[in-house]
């Protein structure tokens, strides 16, 4: 089975809106309703777990009723920060999920990704345990000296960008955060599933990514998501 977690336990205050971003409304629409959608329309999907912001489940299962997303049928609740969060998704799956079952975790305002990521992130968890959708670095890089200047180069060809979704086996991302909570390591990295595993001496495996897979972040992202989807909506009329 592959079972997506869609983390929308967070309150996204850098995009300076009046409700999470997941929750804000593109062309009528909210953007986790989008980012649900895509893991409802793919075959490989069997099951959407969502880790939801407190106070917000309701105006969730509300959401999920009216866009008909069948698959979405556990809501857990959200953690104080990102990785309780994960944890919070984790656990829940303990009733449904078998220990070689790929579960994908994934952004609630990560709403660009497209079938054939979230297919060969399946592919390369099954192959090696986990995986992470990768994108090349296209940029020129400069080392951020201190805010105002850079004094040197970046190789770009040694950088890769790192996004969701990412792919795991059951059992090992159990075991990862079991570990990670019991040597206290939670507080200690960038809240992001792989900054634990760098710390921890995992190797990721990279799957395919995009320019397009972003996570919404601020106000200009959300403009160009909604660009995004009136062109998605005009091409499908």
Same mark, same amino acid.
């Given at each position: 089975m592959n079972i997506a977690i869609i983390l929308a336990g967070g309150s996204g205050t850098r995009?300076?809106?009046?409700?999470?971003?997941?929750?804000?409304?593109?062309?009528?629409?909210?953007v986790i309703a989008y980012t649900m959608q895509i893991f409802q329309s793919h075959?490989? &999907? *069997?099951?959407?777990? $969502?880790?939801?912001?407190?106070?917000?489940?309701?105006?969730?299962? /509300?959401? =999920?009723?009216?866009?008909?997303?069948?698959?979405?049928?556990?809501?857990v609740q959200g953690g104080e920060d990102f990785q309780h969060s994960v944890?919070?998704?984790?656990r829940g799956l303990k009733s449904v999920a078998k220990p070689d079952d790929i579960v994908l975790v994934h952004y609630a305002a990560s709403p660009f990704t497209t079938p054939d990521i979230i297919t060969d992130c399946i592919r390369v968890a099954r192959e090696h345990g986990n995986s992470t959708s990768a994108t090349p670095c296209y940029l020129l890089l400069g080392q951020n000296d201190d805010g105002k200047q850079?004094?040197?180069? &970046? *190789?770009?060809?040694? $950088?890769?960008?790192?996004?969701?979704?990412?792919?795991?086996?059951? /059992?090992? =991302?159990?075991?990862?955060?079991?570990?990670?909570?019991?040597?206290?390591?939670?507080?200690?990295?960038?809240?992001?599933?792989?900054?634990?595993?760098y710390l921890m001496g995992e190797t990721i495996y990279f799957a395919k990514g995009n320019q397009i897979n972003i996570k919404i972040t601020t106000p200009e992202d959300l403009q160009l998501f909604e660009g995004y989807a009136l062109l998605q909506q005009q091409q499908h009329t």
């Open positions: 995009i300076g809106a009046d409700c999470p971003k997941q929750f804000i409304d593109v062309l009528g629409k909210p075959e490989l &999907i *069997d099951l959407i777990e $969502v880790v939801c912001v407190k106070d917000y489940e309701e105006r969730l299962q /509300q959401i =999920i009723t009216r866009e008909g997303l069948t698959k979405a049928r556990l809501i944890m919070n998704g984790v850079s004094t040197r180069w &970046i *190789d770009r060809d040694r $950088v890769m960008q790192l996004n969701t979704p990412q792919c795991f086996q059951y /059992q090992y =991302i159990c075991s990862l955060y079991d570990r990670a909570e019991r040597e206290g390591l939670l507080s200690r990295v960038e809240p992001h599933t792989t900054s634990l595993m």
